[in-house]
């Protein structure tokens, strides 16, 4: 049971550069959400998508695009890499909004 | 704001119990999470209240109080395994995740 998948795990990125996590579960949830976590912070929210063909933005959008074609796979896409965006990015999915989410085992980004 | 509050980081004796405090202050509140993060890894789920009072799972149990904004997770019987950080999370009244910046627990044998 593959549970959340992620890759690459971990990418180094030039400044400028553009890449895109990937993210695919195979539970048949509907929720999907992209989380950073930075040192010493909690996690913070990107993008969700309650669903196939819907996505909304979270806490930090800024300078990232999602998109949601299947309920299995929730990519999230970097434009123009940037110092701040260096973190470790975590996808995770869930049945609804008061359940628990099970997390993919993160991709380290690092932009120089 | 809205503002989660966890000891950054707690020291505890193999086979002892320790208590890890959450207090919160957010905009409505729609339940709490507790999850346990071993270091280079993915959270992965422990407890969840919606209610006041305690919630018991094994070695693990959940308190929360929503009139005092507070929560705490209890590790019972340490084992050196349960080092890890410990992430509390509140969802507010728009059903969004805030969470803490973990608690991170060490195990001494």
């Known amino acids: 049971n593959a549970g959340v998948t992620q890759t690459p795990k971990f990418r180094i990125l030039k400044i400028g550069q553009s890449m895109t996590l990937q993210c695919t579960q195979d539970?048949?949830?509907?929720?999907m959400y992209w989380y950073r976590q930075d040192p010493g912070m909690g996690l913070k929210l990107i993008y969700y998508s309650v669903g196939a063909g819907i996505t909304d933005k979270g806490e930090v959008p800024n300078g990232y695009n999602v998109s949601r074609s299947t309920t299995e796979d929730f990519p999230l896409r970097l434009e123009l890499a940037a110092p701040s965006q260096t973190s470790v990015y975590f996808c995770?999915?869930?049945?609804?909004?008061?359940?628990?989410?099970?997390f993919g085992q993160g991709t380290r980004l690092t932009v120089v | 704001g809205q503002n989660i509050d966890q000891p950054t980081e707690m020291t505890a004796t193999e086979g002892a119990i320790v208590q890890i405090n959450c207090t919160y202050q957010?905009?409505?509140?729609?339940?709490l999470f507790w999850y346990q993060q071993h270091a280079g890894e993915a959270p992965t789920f422990l407890s969840y209240?919606?209610l006041d009072g305690l919630e018991e799972k094994g070695r693990f149990s959940s308190f929360l109080s929503r009139s005092k904004g507070y929560s705490y997770l209890l590790l019972k019987e340490l084992q050196m395994k349960d080092s890890a950080s410990y992430l509390c999370?509140?969802?507010?009244?728009?059903?969004?995740?805030?969470w803490g910046a973990g608690t991170k627990l060490i195990i001494k044998p």
């Open positions: 209240n919606v």
């Open positions: 999370a509140v969802r507010d009244s728009n059903y969004q995740l805030i």
């Open positions: 539970m048949n949830h509907n929720y």
């Open positions: 957010t905009s409505g509140f729609n339940g």
């Open positions: 995770a999915s869930g049945i609804q909004e008061n359940t628990e989410a099970f």
